[in-house]
């Protein structure tokens, strides 16, 4: 690779947040101009780190971060912040290009026609807050665009958008002729833009830099893990075989004592052949969410308002949700569905019935405290007083004890979904109400997840735009906001 190719470029980085907390270890790897890259890698292994380093927001511990002179880096985050969500959406915009003072209006509907967004009422002065999840999503690329970056750095990009989202998004990278980097858990959107990849592994806290679509570097990995295997299987073996000659040679003779020193050092040679064989991501196990046992109806939906066209329309509707039912909230992006769920929580067109107990997943975590720590989070919901049951939930979540005294804040955003499921087998809802239940998380666990929310044996309304997942959990009533 020519020098004046590489774009970005990481020696020997390596970055801790303490002695004890290693993310990236002597991390070498270089970027070309105009390449499409994809970092993967288990929850916690340290991919959104890697942005933070590119943008500045961390500095590495040792090594060096070298990025070409002028090239300018832009983000699109996960999620917008609860201060941004205050902004207007022509003060959003101001804060990614400060340096335009006016006529910016014309730029944001530019990059807002290349992400295709529209904006309702094409009113910038509308808050951001106002906007549903998958409207966020597309604001958020438009927000790193319209910074007119050499370096396209995307988050989770494909987190609350429906198919229509999806698909367009695909394509826009796709063509898309400056460098990109993205981090994401959706395998068949990656592997159609994607020519490179970089695997990071928590558990050497190594990157590992592959050519190739997605696909193709999932078989290279496979392939890689099993040569490992092999040689490690043979130098083993040999240590074996050496050993018992060692045995048999030693305090024969002079000559045979020498020969014996020489089979230790071949041992020895041996050992230091043997290869660190990359571990397999952790899948979740199985799980149950246990259920409250109310009797009765659990939630009565009487109203609903959603968007049609550019105006907020009502319907009125009768669905009673008892033990067992299972509610799917179905439309595009925009329509409302978000919304809907909050007005059910807040009791506005609808009732929760007293004394229901309920379990929340949001799209951004809004139920979450994310300066308590995970521990905290845990302990709020869980009934009754028995820390080892706190413990061993957290545990088949992938979150050990020093992930526990973190704050939630800082867990990654996988890891906060994870405590999410935690909390649910704690506090034993009769209700769950799932906004978007699988963003964030890594796709080995969502067969698992579907699973358990098939056998829940409480209520369950849920939105989701993944139909592999949803074809998984037997729902029994559809409400579709497109045709009310």
């Given amino acids: 690779m020519e020098k004046q190719d590489v ?37 916690g292994a340290g991919k959104s780190t890697i942005f933070k380093l590119l943008t500045g927001v961390c500095k590495p511990t040792s090594g060096e971060i070298h990025i070409n002179l002028n090239a300018k880096i832009a983000i699109a985050k996960q999620m917008i912040t609860s201060e941004e969500l205050k902004l207007s959406i022509i003060e959003y915009f101001s804060k990614a290009v400060p340096e335009i003072k006016h006529g910016i209006e014309r730029n944001i509907r530019d990059v807002l026609r290349v992400v295709n967004l529209e904006i309702p009422g ?33 988050d989770e990009p494909t987190n609350n958008l429906d198919k229509a989202g999806v698909e367009h998004l695909t394509e826009f ?69 050496r050993f018992i000659k060692v045995n048999k040679l030693g305090g024969k003779s002079v000559a045979m004592n020498r020969l014996a020193n020489k089979v230790r050092a071949d041992i020895e040679e041996d050992k230091e052949k043997l290869v660190d064989v990359r571990k397999e991501d952790k899948t979740i196990p199985n799980f149950t ?104 939930a957290a545990a088949r979540f992938l979150l050990p004890g020093e992930k526990l005294q973190q704050k939630v804040g800082d867990l990654s955003e996988g890891q906060k979904g994870l405590l999410c499921y935690a909390r649910f087998m704690l506090q034993e809802p009769g209700l769950l109400i799932m906004d978007e239940p699988t963003n964030h998380i890594n796709f080995r666990h969502i067969p698992v997840i579907a699973k358990a929310l098939d056998s829940f044996k409480g209520g369950l309304v849920l939105i989701s735009h993944l139909p592999d997942f949803v074809s998984q959990i037997h729902i029994n009533e559809e409400l579709d906001l497109t045709i009310l």
């Avoid at 966020?136 to 665009?145: E, G, S, T």
């Fill in 289 to 392: 969410i246990p259920n409250q046992n109310y009797p009765g109806r659990l939630l009565k939906i009487e109203k609903v308002s959603f968007m049609k066209g550019s105006e907020v329309a009502e319907k009125k509707v009768n669905i009673q949700i008892y033990k067992g039912s299972r509610v799917i909230i179905s439309g595009p992006n925009g329509i409302g569905k978000s919304t809907l769920l909050k007005s059910i929580l807040d009791n506005n067109g609808a009732e929760i019935s007293d004394g229901v107990r309920v379990g929340y997943y949001s799209q951004n975590f809004s139920e979450l405290d994310l300066e308590s720590t995970a521990f905290d989070s845990l302990k709020s919901v869980m009934l009754g007083n028995n820390h080892q049951d706190l413990y061993s």
């Fill in 7 to 43: 774009i970005v470029r990481f020696d020997d980085v390596t970055f801790r947040y303490s002695d004890k907390n290693v993310i990236l270890d002597e991390a070498n790897f270089s970027i070309r101009k105009n390449s499409k890259i994809t970092i993967m890698g288990q929850n």
């Fill in 122 to 154: 094409n009113n910038l002065d509308l808050k951001v807050s106002e906007l549903s999840g998958g409207q966020k999503a597309r604001l958020l690329l438009a927000y790193a665009l319209i910074q007119e970056p050499d370096i396209l750095l995307l």
């Fill in 173 to 241: 990278l796709y063509y898309y002729p400056k460098t990109c980097i993205v981090i994401s858990h959706d395998a068949d959107f990656l592997n159609v833009f994607s020519d490179g990849v970089l695997n990071l592994d928590v558990f050497t806290n190594k990157v590992e830099q592959f050519v190739g679509n997605y696909y193709d570097v999932l078989d290279q990995i496979e392939a890689k893990i099993e040569r490992d295997r092999l040689l490690n299987s043979r130098l083993e073996k040999s240590i074996k075989d």
